[in-house]
């Protein structure tokens, strides 16, 4: 069992975490981004803004792995 850790292969982990631990830390800073728009007193206007701001890259980011699984790549 040369080249694994807990009889998963450094393939299988790698995986893991690109889908799961990605998924997490999203939804992680999502959760600070509302702690952000809460402390602030933003408000409804503020609190949108600072979603769409903050989350942009995020949307970028999953819209691309559902084109992968579209395309099949």
Known sequence: MEGTLFGFTE???????????VAAFILFMLFIIAEIAI????GKMGTAI????LA???VGYIAKGIIQKM???
């Open 50 to 53: 600072l979603f769409f701001v």
């Open 11 to 21: 393939e299988q982990i790698a995986d893991f975490m690109s889908t799961y631990g």
């Open 56 to 58: 942009f890259g995020m």
């Open 39 to 42: 402390k602030s007193k933003a």
């Open 71 to 73: 395309w099949g790549i």
